[in-house]
């Protein structure tokens, strides 16, 4: 009998896609070598950033690079998403007050000056609108053919007196997301033309510090674990926060908010919108106890409207994610690779 | 936010409750456990998954999943015959589902990986229109009688020269008589696929439920559908008085719809092949005919199929047990590859690539398929 490969000889797409792949390589590859932080968040922790401590505080630190075809898309552009994609991470950790930014952006030779000028136009927006501002940054080209048009790397810092992490589930919390999932996701195949029909599907891209804010404020410490279901949507955001806590979550849904459009969308392909990935919303785990003060929290902001209460984290099965669709119960799968539509 | 139980007619969630607990209490009237029927099709299987309707499923009741889902028994030499084409660098386009489907040397999405040229479509129209601009496309067509029912119109549409198709097209009919006839099949009855009955009629299963006294229900696809179909299935199963029955009469009809099934055969004929998994299906495969050869991928290239084999893996192939777990007389445990050569990552059989499979399921659920114990609690 041959022995089969554990180990992918080449990177493909399902290494970027948030999923199991992609923690595999981080754990393989990436972050052996560099240990845990002492006091705080390092790597291995694979959260959304690193917390330092530094002497009551934390410094918050994360950084995530940005390539996204088209760079404009209805809703937002390639900028906003580097300034949000940062901004939100800081703030899944606690830190919802970005002292800046860098800016590292790589273009491809022949990239049109006005294009620039429009994603800079958008950068300097979102960081209004995120509170903070772009301190430094690096430029590199290359010559055509040699990267897909451009790609930004941000990185963001921020001081917090409370570090959230995404393993602080226990059995009988509640598990929140602040908006309808899906939209990003389906709006860029939209602009794609991969749907073979129209939409009128926008990213929700946005800064999410504000509303994060006013979240804790309303749950303080119960505010247990935070992650923003970007890359791998929901799923694998509910997949590492189960499996990092030690418990289960089941989630209800029904409950879950979608819109009607991706809803329809992903009913014609095949495609969970579940799976699909949001870069303006949060998933919130709490104690149940402060679950409707954070929910009435989230709802008062402009970006929470659609909040609502999801699931419930319980101690059987530890690191699966269970859907009760109202018929019956499932097991949540993750997205690896691109989302594929099904013929059958 | 609208709720899908809200909304949509077919989705209501008390009347789910009520079929399920129909359904319960007739198959506690039969008297006997286990009872096991089977579903041909992929998308009961995707309804059932997405649903979670296997832990609202009565534990009597054993709902398997047979050879009906077109890409889990696409059989390893036609996916190799896919890589081989990419790999002499003609340009793929394919169904989603069918990317990661492994052959021999790795699926096409391994082959993309290396650099070839694959896209995926959504039907085979859009195949077309990428050969349009003149370069050579092969279409990797996979489905059954209803898929392949939209592949023949694009070959009745005089398509460019560009175009052609690599069939992995698939006939279900002949398959259900193998189940049927397989030694010891525990199988008391079918659901069979509402969609493709919407083209090939009901009455086309009249003669297997003659010849093999198993009774075939219609079903169509949404929860209450399926639901509906299994009450109807052990309704009939009770009577003693195998029929066909079409629980899907808002699309199906007998005669179904004459002119899909005039171009299928215009442009189609049958052909035995193998089924990944399960066995050699005489007049299982749907191959072009003759006057449509200049679309043949198969007649147009010279596919170097053995190119593929000098490194790959002995054929673990033929240890897979799928015909015996589909039929009902084996479980994944009596399979020597389960959980070690053959994983939902690296599937070798048909059961371990379809996501309602009973191999993938009983890898996923840690060998206890079961979710029913697990209550959310208000």
């Keep these: ?344 | 936010m609208a709720s899908p139980g809200g909304r949509l007619e077919f989705r209501d969630v008390a009347r789910g409750a009520a079929l399920t607990e129909a359904l319960a209490a007739r198959v506690t009237s039969l008297g006997r456990a286990p009872v096991s029927v089977m579903h041909v099709c992929g998308s009961h299987e995707q309804a059932i998954a997405k649903f979670g309707l296997r832990a609202a499923f009565p534990p009597e009741l054993r709902v398997i999943m047979g050879p009906g889902c077109p890409v889990c028994v696409t059989d390893v030499p036609e996916v190799d015959e896919a890589v081989a084409l990419a790999r002499q660098g003609v340009r793929v386009a394919t169904y989603g589902d069918m990317l990661r489907v492994p052959g021999t040397a790795g699926s096409l999405a391994d082959e993309r990986g290396r650099g070839a040229r694959i896209d995926v479509v959504y039907g085979a129209a859009q195949a077309v229109e990428l050969a349009r601009g003149g370069e050579p496309v092969v279409f990797f067509a996979s489905g059954f009688e209803t898929t392949a029912v939209a592949t023949a119109a694009v070959l009745l549409a005089d398509p460019p020269a560009s175009f052609s198709v690599l069939s992995a097209h698939k006939y279900i009919p002949p398959v259900m008589e193998i189940v049927a006839e397989m030694p010891g099949s525990a199988i008391e009855g079918f659901l069979a696929a509402g969609h493709a009955a919407t083209i090939t009629g009901w009455g086309v299963f009249e003669r297997f439920v003659e010849r093999h006294r198993l009774p075939v229900v219609v079903a169509g696809f949404e929860p209450l559908d399926i639901l509906a179909g299994l009450v109807r299935l052990v309704e009939v199963i009770a009577s003693g008085e195998p029929r066909v029955d079409n629980a899907f009469p808002r699309c199906v009809t007998r005669e179904g719809n004459p002119a899909a099934q005039a171009a299928l055969w215009r442009v189609f004929e049958l052909q035995g092949g193998r089924w990944r998994g399960i066995a050699h299906v005489p007049n299982g495969n749907l191959r072009l005919r003759d006057e449509f050869a200049a679309w043949d991928a198969r007649r147009r290239y010279a596919i170097d199929v053995a190119a593929l084999w000098d490194h790959a893996p002995a054929a673990l192939v033929a240890q897979c047990q799928c015909g015996d777990i589909m039929a009902g007389i084996a479980s994944p445990h009596d399979c020597a590859l389960f959980g070690r050569d053959c994983t939902p990552d690296a599937p070798v059989g048909a059961c371990m690539v379809s996501a309602e499979g009973t191999c993938k399921i009983w890898h996923q659920y840690g060998g206890h398929p079961d979710l029913r114990e697990i209550r959310r609690r208000a």
């Design chain 1, 1 to 344: 009998m041959t022995e089969r490969r554990l180990v992918d000889e080449r990177i493909s797409l399902k290494h970027g896609a948030g999923g199991g792949a992609m923690r595999a390589l981080i754990e393989q590859i990436f972050a052996p070598g560099f240990g845990e932080v002492a006091g705080g968040v390092g790597l291995s922790a694979m959260d959304d950033g690193a917390a330092l401590p530094i002497g009551d505080r934390w410094l918050v630190v994360t950084t995530d690079a940005h390539v996204v075809q088209p760079i404009f898309f209805p809703g937002g552009d390639i900028g906003r998403l580097a300034v949000c994609g940062t901004v939100n991470d800081l703030a899944m950790m606690g830190a919802t007050e970005p002292l800046a930014l860098t800016c590292a952006a790589i273009l491809e030779d022949g990239f049109p000056r006005c294009e620039l000028e429009r994603i800079w136009a958008s950068i300097r927006a979102a960081c209004a609108e995120a509170g903070t501002t772009i301190v430094t940054g690096d430029t590199k080209v290359m010559r055509r053919g040699e990267l897909d048009r451009i790609a930004l790397t941000t990185t963001g810092v921020a001081l917090t007196s409370r570090v959230v992490t995404d393993r602080g589930l226990r059995p009988g919390d509640r598990v929140i997301v602040t908006g309808t999932v899906g939209d990003h996701g389906l709006a860029i195949l939209a602009t794609r033309g991969e749907l073979a029909f129209d939409t009128t599907l926008v990213s929700d891209v946005a800064p999410l510090n504000g509303l994060v804010r006013g979240a804790l404020a309303a749950g303080g410490a119960g505010v247990v674990a935070m992650k923003d279901p970007t890359r791998g949507g929901l799923s694998s955001a509910l997949h590492e926060m189960a499996g990092k806590s030690g418990v289960a979550i089941v989630v209800d849904e029904r409950a879950v908010p979608v819109r009607d459009e991706v809803r329809a969308a992903g009913e014609l392909l095949g495609i969970d919108p579940l799976l699909v990935a949001n870069e303006g919303k949060a998933v919130l785990g709490v104690r149940a106890d402060v679950a409707d003060r954070v929910v009435d929290a989230l709802r008062a902001h402009p970006l929470g409207r659609a909040a609502a209460i999801v699931g419930e984290c319980i101690a059987e099965r530890p690191g699966s994610v269970i859907v009760d669709t109202g018929f019956g119960r499932r097991l949540l799968g993750e997205a690896e690779g691109e989302l594929l539509p099904r013929i059958c």
